[in-house]
Every structure is written in structure tokens, then in C-alpha cells.
């Protein structure tokens, strides 16, 4: 059973620059939720989709979005790349209601900001 | 607003003493869930364990055991006879329920566990 598969591994972006992450769940998984890591802040949650739909969001600023494809692939993007944008971004995959099911996390994005 | 808080930041211990990771936990829902994940240099992080809130119990999985206590609002990690392969990073987690029932996790800071020779 293939895991939940995060493309590009690493990024490296010039400051004002836009960025598409992207994420495939663990097959029959219809939940996508997307976590940025850096040293300074941990593990942040940024938001979550469900069947398309974004359920819950993160205190990030509007330059981050996401979305949700019909077979749950999901896409995070952020615009106007700053410096502090640089970090780890994890995205998790769940069957349904992530506690009620647990969570698999993919081997993230290394995002670059220069 | 929920919170996870793993005071030890680092921890060194030599190969085969036992060691335990302590997580404490705020939260005003009566159902919620704990975490532990560990994340190696790689940086996936790696599911270790889920917990409800009504399970009590304490678990074992071969080296490692976690002690969850309501009461003190903890859900502590021992690993037992450490090994050079368990040094990571663990973090400590508490799903956290949003709007239309939608959950999240929310992060301790972490505590990086180095196992030496």
C-alpha cells in the first residue's frame, strides 16, 4: 500500500515568487491536511480538506491556499514568497475525521526562500 | 485555545538505559485524542501511537510504553533498553476539533532524543 507521496522533495525559491506543493494520499483517504515546520515556530497546522472542501484553517496569511482534486490529490500554494516562508511542509492524509482515524504523514517539501 | 507542551527540549542518554519523554496537555473538550510521532533526520513523522481520551490504559509495544493520566494531564513515552536507532525527534500531539468537526493536530515543540554508543 503506497503512502502518502509529497512532490517536489526540495524547492529552492526567490523571495516574491509564487510556489505549488503537492500531495497524493494513502488510497481511499479523503482527507488532505497540510502543516508547515519551521525552527523557530514547531509544527503548525495550515488547513485541511475534505472531499474538495477546506473543513479548517490555520492563522496563516492569505498568501497561502490550497485545494482539493476530486481524487483527493491535494495542492498547497503560496504567493509573494517571503524569507520566513522557508521551511518543512508536511502534508498528513486520513481516512476520514483525522483523531477518530489517526493521521499518515508524507516525507515533506524542503522549501527554500533566497 | 488547546496546547501541548514537552518541557525537555533535548535529552542524551548511552545505548540501553531507559529513557521518558513527558508530554502535558491542555484542552477543554471532554473527547479528544493524543499523539506521539517520531520524526528521524528524513524529516516523515513517523505515527507511534493514538489515544483517546476515555482510554486510560496504559500501553506497551515491545521497547516502548506510554502512561497517559487524565488527572495530570499527561501522556508520557518510555522507551526501555535505548537503542543508537531511536535517536530522533518525538513529538507529542492533541487533535484538536474544528469548525463542521473537522480536527487538527496541534504540536509540542518537540524533544530530540540522542541514544549514544
Known amino acids: 500500500k503506497a503512502g502518502v507521496t509529497q512532490t517536489p522533495r526540495y524547492l529552492i525559491k526567490t523571495r516574491g515568487q509564487q510556489v505549488t506543493l503537492s500531495c497524493s494520499p494513502i488510497?481511499?483517504?479523503?482527507?488532505v491536511s497540510w502543516y508547515q515546520q519551521t525552527p523557530g515556530q514547531g509544527l503548525q497546522f495550515l488547513f485541511e480538506?475534505?472531499?474538495?472542501?477546506?473543513?479548517n484553517k490555520g492563522n496563516f496569511p492569505g498568501r497561502f491556499s490550497g485545494r482539493q482534486f476530486s481524487n483527493s490529490r491535494s495542492e498547497m500554494n503560496v504567493s509573494t514568497l517571503e524569507l520566513g516562508d522557508s521551511a518543512l511542509y508536511l502534508c498528513?492524509?486520513?481516512?476520514?475525521?483525522?483523531?477518530?482515524?489517526?493521521?499518515?504523514f508524507g516525507s515533506g517539501t524542503r522549501l527554500t526562500v533566497v | 485555545a488547546q496546547k501541548v507542551t514537552q518541557a525537555q527540549t533535548e535529552i542524551s542518554v548511552v545505548e540501553k538505559e531507559d529513557v521518558t519523554l513527558d508530554c502535558v496537555y491542555e484542552?477543554?473538550?471532554?473527547?479528544?485524542?493524543l499523539f506521539w510521532y517520531k520524526q528521524p533526520p528524513s524529516g516523515e513523522l513517523v505515527f507511534l501511537i493514538r489515544?483517546?481520551?476515555?482510554?486510560?490504559q496504559n500501553e506497551i509495544s515491545g521497547r516502548y510504553s506510554w502512561n497517559f493520566q487524565k488527572s495530570t494531564s499527561s501522556f508520557n513515552f518510555t522507551i526501555t533498553a535505548s537503542q543508537v536507532v531511536d535517536s530522533a525527534v518525538y513529538f507529542c500531539?492533541?487533535?484538536?476539533?474544528?469548525?463542521?468537526?473537522?480536527?487538527?493536530?496541534?504540536f509540542g515543540q518537540g524533544t530530540r532524543l540522542t541514544i549514544n554508543p
Open positions: 489515544r483517546n481520551s476515555f482510554d486510560e
Open positions: 480538506y475534505f472531499s474538495e472542501t477546506q473543513r
Open positions: 484542552t477543554r473538550d471532554t473527547t479528544y485524542y
Open positions: 488510497s481511499g483517504h479523503r482527507s
Open positions: 500531539a492533541l487533535s484538536e476539533r474544528g469548525i463542521q468537526g473537522a480536527q487538527k493536530l496541534v
Open positions: 498528513a492524509s486520513s481516512l476520514g475525521t483525522g483523531g477518530d482515524y489517526g493521521y499518515t
